[in-house]
């Protein structure tokens, strides 16, 4: 379990430097430059999310369970989860009237993925992992709401409709694919019991 808390405090820890100490990535920037920063952040986040990745696999085997979910807040979790992949989908493309209407689709993604897990899964590894990312996902955007009321721009503008189409279709396929035989083959559990 250890690696997996190491894992979780680097990996973000990492993510929300920004939100906290935006001094410490605007000198980093001033000296060395944006590059570095972006080199700096990326092997610092790959580092954690190994950590993250190992940990939890290490954790899974030796886990002690908090409560035990009922069988219909799986299948609650398993809707969600359709709408996360839709929000994630939104977030990474131009903006539709998705992205703009939930200002910062990618966090929600995070949220609703954390809060899904944690209503199918009660294994302690498994809430601590999806409890501080969810915790991790109300920080941040507490944040963008302070950089917004700043001034700063960080909301989505629109650009077409056409986007939330294509959020709509590769969150279905992504989806799709995740329940099929993805998440069986990178998590070692499937979703759903097949035969």
């Known amino acids: 379990m250890a690696l997996l808390v190491l894992g979780i405090f680097i990996f973000l820890d990492m993510h929300l430097v920004r939100a906290v100490a935006p001094g ?4 980093v920037i001033a ?9 700096i952040y ?3 986040s790959l580092i ?17 369970i908090l ?12 809707l969600l989860m359709l709408v996360a992949f839709i929000c994630l989908a939104a977030g990474f493309l131009p903006a539709g009237r998705i992205a703009v209407a939930l200002k910062h689709p990618q966090i929600l993604s995070v949220k609703i993925w954390a809060l899904a897990h944690l209503m199918a899964n009660g294994e302690t590894s498994s ?11 109300v920080i941040l955007r507490i944040s963008l709401k302070r950089r917004e009321r700043a001034g700063e721009r960080v909301l989505p503008v629109f650009r077409s409709s056409v986007n939330d189409i294509l959020a709509v279709v590769i969150g279905l396929v992504a989806y799709g694919l995740f329940v099929w035989k993805l998440h069986e083959w ?10």
Do not use: C, N, Q
């Open 31 to 39: 000296r060395a430059g944006k590059g570095t920063w972006m080199g």
């Open 67 to 78: 409560y035990d979910p009922p069988v219909f807040l799986r299948h609650i979790a398993l």
């Open 127 to 137: 809430v601590l992992l999806f409890g501080s990312f969810l915790a991790w996902a």
């Open 24 to 27: 410490l990535r605007s000198s």
């Open 48 to 64: 954690g999310l190994g950590l993250i990745i190992y940990g939890f696999g290490e954790a899974r085997a030796t886990t002690g």
């Open 186 to 195: 990178l998590i070692g559990v499937a979703p759903i019991a097949m035969g």
């Open 42 to 44: 990326t092997v610092i």
